[in-house]
């Protein structure tokens, strides 16, 4: 039902706060699997559970002041990245909570699958995503929407407003600018 969840969005962005209620039940089952993507492969019992990094990430969506949603992609996107904070803030605290506690090694291949143990290559990942975006905006976008929202060049370049050509282009001069970072910091 993507055009009930466009409508809906449309109306929370203009304030109708009813709207956000409405809209969970909607979208839940993908933000559902996003989060299981993210989490595939943690053990049971670790700090965080699919379910509560949903929960989590939904109140931060809903909670920003009048956002102009431009349709399902872009909230399910925004979601994404919404929950890739979540885990770089909480993997922050761990790493600050251990006594000498350094950066481990990184393959960038898998790396968005979140687990207590990857934490360190996580915010890895997150400082070259950073230092990417801070040099080209647009590729760390795309980089976030294809890598952690599970996008394809699309629904990317839909919601960029560009090509798939030039979406395709960008992701593998990103992909390949992160590896090369991401090798440095190892």
């Known amino acids: 039902m993507p055009s ?12 109708d706060r009813e709207a956000a209620s409405r809209l969970l039940p909607i979208v839940y089952t993908e933000l559902r699997r996003l989060a299981g993507h993210y989490m595939r492969g943690e053990q049971s019992g670790q700090s965080i559970q699919p379910t509560e990094l949903v929960h989590e990430a939904y109140l931060r969506l809903v909670g920003q002041e009048r956002v102009n949603w ?4 872009h909230f399910m996107a925004m979601a994404a990245i919404s929950m890739r904070r979540i885990l770089v803030e909480r993997a922050r605290r761990k790493s600050a909570e251990k006594r000498g506690g350094g950066i481990e090694k990184l393959p960038l ?33 795309i980089v ?43």
């Open 70 to 73: 431009q349709g399902r992609g």
């Open 144 to 186: 976030e929407l294809r890598f952690f929202a599970g996008l394809n060049f699309d629904e990317i370049a839909e919601i960029e407003g560009l090509s798939p050509r030039t979406v395709k282009h960008d992701w593998s001069a990103a992909r390949a600018w992160l590896h090369r970072e991401v090798a440095r910091a190892v």
């Open 4 to 15: 009930e969840a466009s409508g809906l969005l449309q109306k929370f962005g203009a304030g």
């Open 109 to 141: 291949d898998g790396l968005a699958v979140f687990t207590p143990e990857r934490s360190g290559q996580l915010l890895v990942l997150d400082e070259a995503l950073d230092r990417l975006t801070r040099i080209s905006p647009r590729q760390g976008r």
